[in-house]
């Protein structure tokens, strides 16, 4: 492998009011993560041998690339990447469910129908199904994004037996609008939730149970959650119907991608929250079984200055054949200036490039995968919202 699919790594940073975001993006192939860029990488020069010797290059931005504002600049505004779809497109919409989408390489703006995201902390799954969108013969949902509460509200059963909607559910799907000859344009649909949010037992003690991870499951025909303290659930994306595959969870913190070349899902794993893989192709089966990590979780920074505190859960982001960039939230320490003897906390991200290769099956029979980590690089004084 060793073949970086993106050019550019993008970030969502927040301004200076709820309702302003800036876009910035990082060339990779001038500011490097991995130690060879469109070609297999050579071995990694050793490690520094001690971490206090440990010397970042720093990342400096210019202006931010693009600024988008809400109507109302108290209004909240929220950025959906469409990151399965391309790495240029991103959908933005503020609480008067106002939104538009954005290409950033060509920097045009499309309008979309109003959009309704959950309000509080709302995750954001991205369904590619581009076979469907190109073909106006398929009345089938296509590529899709669904949006999600991150921590979950009770809710109350109004009929029993009938599935109701829910604004803690919202799906924005690609479908024919009527008659074939309209084409297919997005419609915005607010989905029923998994059972759970409507029964009272789940809500018998005073924490609100969350959505721990997430993924795509099935080639598109599935999305994958894992609650808290509840089970796994998958949604149809055809008939927009939850079922529940299990009372586990998946062994993962956040985001779940599928890489094709290598046919496993990689997350942070749950707990140290650290790149792992696992298999989730039997997800669909009549009787999954609780799923375990079939590669790491690998660590790819290690001996870390002690003054280095992480404040922020980690992302990453996948970038093609095996290669992630995993990013870091730190806080330190620093003195405030000058003959001051007062302390302030200074905030950088780390971004590092791993990439996973694979030497087939060994003795046992098991794929081995193994994790090499190329270039860690600083992003001082920003602070990064979302990395797609």
């Known amino acids: 492998?060793?073949?970086?699919?993106?050019?550019?790594?993008?970030?969502?940073?927040?301004g200076c009011s709820p309702g302003v975001k800036s876009l910035r993006r990082i060339d990779l192939t001038r500011q490097r993560l991995f130690y060879q860029v469109g070609s297999p990488p050579s071995p990694p020069p050793p490690p520094p041998p001690s971490p206090s010797a440990l010397e970042m290059e720093t990342i400096r931005f210019a202006d931010p690339s693009f600024t988008f504002r809400a109507l109302n600049n108290e209004w909240k505004m929220d950025c959906f990447p469409l990151a399965?779809?391309?790495?240029?497109?991103?959908?933005?919409?503020?609480?008067?469910?106002?939104?538009?989408?954005?290409?950033?390489?060509?920097a045009m703006?499309?309008?979309?129908?109003?959009?309704?995201?959950?309000?509080?902390?709302?995750i954001s799954i991205f369904v590619h199904k581009p076979h469907v969108d190109a073909n106006l013969r398929i009345d089938s949902k296509g590529s899709s994004l669904f949006l999600m509460e991150k921590v979950l509200q009770p809710e109350v059963r109004?009929?029993?037996?009938?599935?109701?909607?829910?604004?803690?559910?919202v799906g924005f799907i690609n479908r024919l609008n009527g008659l074939a000859v309209t084409g297919k344009?997005?419609?915005?649909?607010?989905?029923p939730p998994p059972p759970f949010v409507r029964e009272t037992y789940h809500w018998s003690n005073k924490c609100l149970p969350q959505i721990?991870?997430?993924?795509?499951?099935?080639?598109?025909?599935?999305?994958?959650?894992?609650?808290?303290?509840?089970?796994?659930?998958?949604?149809?994306?055809?008939?927009?119907?939850?079922?529940?595959?299990g009372d586990w969870t998946l062994p993962f913190h956040g985001k779940v991608e599928y890489v094709p070349q290598l046919k496993l899902w990689f997350g942070l794993s749950a707990g140290a929250q650290q790149l792992?893989?696992?298999?989730?192709?039997?997800?669909?089966?009549?009787?999954?079984?609780?799923?375990r990590l079939v590669g790491g979780p690998w660590k790819e920074l290690v001996h870390l200055p002690q003054e280095w505190k992480?404040?922020?859960?980690?992302?990453?982001?996948?970038?093609?054949?095996?290669?992630?960039?995993?990013?870091?939230?730190?806080?330190?320490?620093?003195?405030?200036?000058?003959?001051?003897?007062?302390?302030?906390?200074?905030?950088?991200?780390?971004?590092?490039?791993?990439?996973?290769?694979?030497?087939?099956k060994g003795g046992t029979g098991k794929l081995e995968l193994q994790m090499t980590t190329h270039i860690s690089r600083r992003v001082n004084n920003t602070s990064i919202e979302t990395l797609f």
Request: charged fraction near 20%; hydrophobic fraction near 35%; glycine fraction near 10%.
């Open 1 to 14: 492998m060793g073949l970086l699919a993106r050019r550019f790594l993008n970030l969502i940073v927040p």
């Open 84 to 106: 399965d779809y391309s790495e240029s497109k991103v959908i933005c919409a503020d609480h008067s469910g106002r939104g538009f989408v954005f290409d950033l390489d060509s």
């Open 109 to 122: 703006v499309g309008t979309i129908p109003r959009l309704r995201p959950p309000k509080v902390m709302p």
């Open 158 to 169: 109004r009929r029993a037996g009938v599935p109701q909607e829910s604004e803690q559910f």
């Open 185 to 191: 344009s997005w419609h915005c649909h607010l989905l």
């Open 212 to 245: 721990t991870a997430y993924g795509v499951v099935g080639g598109g025909s599935h999305v994958c959650i894992s609650v808290e303290g509840v089970g796994t659930y998958c949604l149809d994306t055809e008939s927009l119907l939850w079922n529940k595959v």
């Open 276 to 291: 792992a893989a696992v298999d989730l192709s039997g997800m669909l089966d009549s009787s999954p079984q609780p799923l």
């Open 310 to 360: 992480e404040c922020r859960d980690p992302q990453f982001v996948s970038l093609g054949s095996g290669r992630f960039c995993i990013a870091r939230f730190f806080t330190q320490e620093a003195e405030a200036g000058s003959g001051c003897d007062q302390m302030v906390l200074n905030n950088f991200t780390v971004l590092t490039g791993v990439e996973i290769n694979s030497s087939g």
